[in-house]
Nanobody
Framework: QVTLVESGGGLVQAGGSLRLSCAAS????????MAWFRQAPRKGHEFVAR????????FYADSVKGRFTISRDNAKNTVYLQMNSLKPEDTAVYYC????????WGQGTQVTVSS
């Protein structure tokens, strides 16, 4: 069974922090690079960050570089996104997926940053 379950979102003031988690199960995610994406209202999915299977390589969108950190625990099949110095423009629903993304998407977790 293929599942993606994101959690950890919430409402936070600008400058605050949140840590998102993504539990991924199923063959498409086995030994796969993983990534976080986000979708703001009336916009498509935007790439945020990705991490290789071994965690040796990470890559970030310019808009989050220096503020967000992606990590993973392969023993737990879980990917994390530590978000610091949050800005109102970070408000979106956050999703995880393989990289390149599969056709499977979870429900996402809402992050709202107030000014």
């Amino acid at each position: 069974q293929v599942t993606l379950v994101e959690s950890g979102g919430g409402l936070v003031q600008a400058g605050g922090s949140l840590r998102l988690s993504c539990a991924a199960s199923g063959r498409p995610f086995s030994s796969a690079a993983m990534a976080w994406f986000r979708q703001a209202p009336r916009k498509g999915h935007e790439f945020v960050a990705r991490i290789s299977w071994s965690s040796g390589n990470t890559f970030y969108a310019d808009s989050v570089k220096g503020r967000f950190t992606i990590s993973r625990d392969n023993a737990k099949n879980t990917v994390y996104l530590q978000m610091n110095s949050l800005k109102p423009e970070d408000t979106a629903v956050y999703y995880c997926n393989a990289f390149p993304p599969t056709g499977y998407w979870g429900q996402g977790t809402q992050v709202t940053v107030s000014s």
